[in-house]
C-alpha cells in the first residue's frame, strides 16, 4: 500500500492564521511513506517559523524560505527539491481529509504518465459545498483520454477535469516535462499552465467516485476576490500560453480544432476580467469594460467564437461582451452587487 513516496509541496505566503489547520492536516495522514515540503515564498508574518517549527517535529517535513516570487515560482522550487514518485499539492490555507492521500494511493500502478482525481468542498462561513468532477468516476486510458477527455478540456463553460494542481496525485514525469510552461508573471489561472499539458500528456486518469477529501478555504479577502487591474494582461499571457501548449502538443487538424477551443476558452477567461472590473472597480468600470469590449481584439474573437452559454450570471456577462453599452454595463455592475451583499448576508 506504501511502495510509492509522495511528496506534498504546500506553498505558503502568509498564512498564519490557517498553516497549522493545513500543516496538520498532512502530518497526521494514515498514509506515512510522506514527504512534506513547505516552501516559504518570503512570507512576513510568522509563517515561515511555523514552518520550522513542524520540520523540528516530523522529519517528513521540510521547510524551505526563498525570496518572495509568486506561487508559481514557489511550487517549482518545491518540486525540484521533492524526491517522490509522485506529487501533490495542497494550499497553505486548505486542508484535506486524513485518509485522502492513502485512499487515493490505493489506484496508483507506478505508471509514469499517470493522474489520480478526487472532487474538493467550498468551505465558506455559510457552509460547505461539495464539487465534483463533471467527468464520470472511472479510469481512462490512453484511447479513452484522446476520445473523451482531451477534446474536452477546453472551451466549455464548466470543466470536464478540475485544472486545479491540487486534489490530486501526479506522477512526477508530467510535472517535471511540462513546468517550463508555467511563467512565474502568471498570477491568476496559473494552473492552467500546468495541469492544462499535463493532462494532455496523461495515459491514465482515474476519477475518484464523489470523493471529496479537499477543502478549499474561501477567503473574501484573498488576492483572487480583490480587484485586480492588470487582470486583462494575466490572461492574455495564460492565453498565449495555453495556444503554445496546444502548438507543441498536438499536430493537423486536431490541433487547428484544439486552437479554436483555446479561443472558446478565452471568451470565458474574458468573463473574468469583466467581473473583476465590474464588481472592484468601483470608478472605473464603466470605461473600462465597455473600452475593453469595444476593442478590436475582443470584438472579433466574441465575433468569430461561438461558445455555449447556459450559467444565468455568465450569460450577462456575454450580453456584455457582445453589446458594450451604458445599459447593459449598469445592469451587470447591479447584478454584481446584489450577489455580493447577498452572500455577505
Known sequence: MENYKISVIVTVYNVKEYL???VDSLIHQTYRNLEILLVDDGSGDGSGAVCDEYAEKDKRVRSIHKENGGL????????SESSGAYLCFVDSDDWVELTMIEEMARHL???EREIIASDYVIER??????VYQKLSPGEYLEEDMRREVIPNLLGREKRYVTISRCMKLIARRLIEENQ???????VVAEDTTIMLPALIDCRRLVIMDHK???HYRYIRESMIHKYNPGLYDNIKLVVQITRRIVEDKFAGEEKERRLRQVDQEAVFWLMLVLKNEARGNKSGYRRNIISL????EVRNLVRNTPVTVEERSNKLLYLVMRHPGHLTVSLLRGAIIWYYRGAKG
Open 20 to 22: 497549522r489547520e493545513c
Open 125 to 130: 462561513q455559510e457552509g460547505g459545498e461539495r
Open 212 to 214: 471529496a477529501y479537499y
Open 293 to 296: 469590449c469595444r476593442s478590436c
Open 180 to 186: 517550463k510552461y508555467s511563467d512565474p508573471a502568471v
Open 72 to 79: 508559481i515560482s514557489a511550487w517549482k522550487r518545491g518540486v
Open 109 to 111: 500502478t507506478g505508471q
